[in-house]
């Protein structure tokens, strides 16, 4: 359960080499968060994150765990949730692809689209059916700007994130009043190896400042948290605009 503070005791993580979930757990540890779950793709990167978290006194265990194979997701997940409740689950799994590669071999847009949509629609109902069962707990997705509009130089990993964006908006209305709160995080461009070489967007931000805005947005149980804060204003004009001036817009 959450404290008096509203932290939450017990994390899982899906995605757990993520960079802005784990600086959203190591900002929750420092908060009194105690058990921590990395779900990922076995790899030394999972084991080393597992580690850090452990230094900084989390109990912190790793579980398997494939976007790109739901099939797995009701077992892997179900270990997790036997082994008592979660309070918050933070679903961080996502790739950004390559727009021009992946407009030339759409199998690999296909593998954008199936991990960043069509994984986190079945881990995010199978982690909500379990919160559901326990009668508490919070699913936070994070989502991304590139969702509210496509833009020519990212439109396959956009219409991925337009696609779970809706998904996690409409399952937060569908489990409204069962004591589980849903959250969608819209950042923008983050700093991270994700972005590495690329060039930065206006009002960029970091992975702490988004962890930072998790948790503002979890004590406040905001339905929709914007990284930074103005790019609400930003997007509002940006969703609006005819579609021919978009078009000559250098994005």
Known sequence: MKDA??????LLVLGGTS???????????????????????????????????R???????????????????????????????????LLAFG???????DEREPLNAVRVAQTNYTGAVSAGLVSARALQAQGHGSLVVLSSVAGERARRANF???????????????????????????MVVRPGFVRSRMTAGMEEAPLATTPEAVA??????????????WVPGALRVVMSAVRHLPRTLFRRLPV
């Open 156 to 182: 396959i990993y956009g219409s991925s994130k337009a696609g779970l964006d809706a998904f996690a908006q409409g399952l937060g209305d569908a489990l409204h009043g069962t004591g589980v709160h849903v």
């Open 5 to 10: 503070f509203g932290i939450p005791q017990s």
């Open 19 to 53: 960079e802005i979930a784990l600086a959203t757990a190591r900002r929750l540890v420092a908060r009194r968060t105690r058990t921590v779950w990395l779900a990922g793709r076995p790899s030394p990167a999972l084991d080393a994150a597992a580690e850090q978290l």
């Open 212 to 225: 930072t805005a998790i948790e503002l947005g979890l004590r406040r149980r905001s339905e929709t948290v």
């Open 95 to 101: 790739i950004l692809g390559d727009q021009a590669h």
């Open 55 to 89: 230094g900084l006194g989390a109990e912190v265990r790793t579980v398997a765990f494939d976007a790109l194979d739901p099939e797995s997701h009701e077992a892997a997940l179900g270990k997790v949730f036997a082994e008592g409740d979660v309070d918050l689950v």
